[in-house]
């Protein structure tokens, strides 16, 4: 039986959101309990008999008989969402309504709702941005940890507590259109974490993780098909995800190493994701709204452009961290300003940029900063100084991808 870790992950979020919109948020833990029975049931019978034709149809389908078996018993129908609650406790009404909330469009607005509804207002940002990752992109608690540079017990706490607070919620799935705007910051930066992650995989199985870039832009896709949703943010930040993505074929090689940017095979690159991302980053253009996620849509869309790595403007991209660094600083963003000023005025300036680089200490886990060290002294000549930074990263490296990448221009330095 072969069946990739994403699936259960993509099916988790939908079956989740499904049977919270019939459960109610006080049930969430009973709506995760049954996802978590229905993909152990999978395991078990798709090992004996091998996958069905529609794996996730099957799936839904026993959540879903679950479903109906649990809200037989009045007493949790009278628990469920308040919406819904007198559709469930006839026996004439509820398997419609239950059919009906595993419908595909149901499952889609399920999934909508249950993102925003992570977003409630007495959650702060961060917790609202576990939330998404833990209940409808099925991150486990260690990789959100990861993903916000936290530690596992600071994750839990935050995730219980939002937990409670959406317990007490009655109007999980009954948000008023009003609402979506003031969500939607929270909502854009998960999805953009969520990214990030496939992108720059902290796993320490794969430093890739492409089914969790396609698992965002599924869900930036649900986003602006929503008229309500359509924000020049929104098409900003699915640029940056398709023009990002174009770039994934090349960066690893045939036997699934790392390829450094500076080396992958342009003729790789998904030239469809990069007309997409581009159309997108037009639309995004729309408003007066200037976000990150238009600038690093642009810097992206900068580097696509380009027909050679030499052909790329770099005077542009510095320009372009230079905004980026007014309206959303951060050490990494500094870190990669600063590999930019170095591809337009040479590794010497390039240190001097990462040395004066404020909170330069956050950077102390970061794999990537030793490592452009490591590269920027290998220009200049330093092999030793090279190697020692790459010793130093390769200690840091998280995967076995990026330990082979280091390890590899670690040997380069010995024979240069």
């Given at each position: ?9 993509h ?35 798709w ?22 078996d ?69 991150f ?64 320490p ?43 994934l ?63 790329t ?20 963003i ?13 590794p ?48 840091l ?20």
């Amino acid at each position: 039986m072969e069946i990739e870790e994403h699936f259960f992950r993509h099916e988790s979020g939908r079956i989740v959101a499904a049977l919270t919109r019939l459960f109610g948020v006080g049930n969430l833990a009973l709506a995760e309990d049954v996802t978590q029975d229905a993909f152990c049931r999978a395991m078990e019978t798709w090992k004996l008999r091998g996958l069905p034709k529609n794996p996730s149809a099957w799936l839904m389908t026993v959540a879903k008989n679950r479903a109906l078996d649990i809200l037989r018993r009045k007493h949790t129908a009278r628990a469920a969402e308040p919406e819904l609650t007198r559709f469930l406790e006839s026996e004439w009404t509820l398997v419609p309504t239950v059919e009906e909330a595993f419908s595909a469009r149901a499952v889609k607005d399920s999934q909508l709702r249950m993102m925003f509804s992570c977003c409630h207002p007495r959650i702060s940002e961060e917790a609202q941005i576990a939330l998404i990752l833990h209940i409808l992109c099925g991150f486990n608690v260690m990789e959100i940890a990861q993903a916000f540079m936290s530690s596992h017990a600071a994750i839990e706490q935050r995730i219980t507590r939002a937990k409670k607070i959406l317990a007490e919620s009655t109007t999980l799935f009954d948000l008023d259109d009003t609402e979506f705007p003031s969500r939607l910051s929270a909502v854009l930066q998960a999805l953009y974490l969520l990214f990030n992650e496939g992108y720059h995989g902290s796993s320490p199985e794969a430093a890739v993780r492409m089914e969790l870039c396609q698992e965002a832009i599924l869900l930036i896709n649900l986003l602006i098909e929503q008229p309500v949703l359509v924000t020049p943010r929104s098409y900003a930040l699915a640029a940056l995800m398709y023009l990002n993505a174009a770039r994934l074929p090349a960066r690893l090689d045939g036997s699934d190493n790392l390829v450094s940017f500076f080396e992958q095979d342009r003729s790789l690159w998904d030239h469809n994701l990069i007309a997409e991302g581009q159309a997108l980053l037009d639309l995004s253009a729309s408003g007066t709204e200037l976000t990150r996620y238009h600038i690093e849509a642009a810097i992206a869309a900068m580097h696509t452009s380009a027909a050679r790595s030499e052909d790329t403007d770099w005077k542009q991209i510095v320009s372009l961290y230079d905004m980026l660094m007014a309206i959303h600083p951060s050490p990494v963003i500094a870190l990669n300003r600063a590999i930019a000023i170095a591809q337009l005025d040479g590794p010497e300036q390039g240190l001097r940029e990462i040395g004066v680089i404020h909170d330069l200490h956050r950077l102390s886990s970061y794999p990537f900063y030793p490592a452009a060290l490591g590269e920027l002294e290998f220009r200049r000549g330093n092999y030793p100084v090279a190697k020692a930074h790459f010793s130093s990263a390769l200690a840091l490296a998280r995967s076995t991808m990026e330990r082979n990448f280091l390890q590899r221009r670690i040997d380069t330095c010995k024979k240069s």
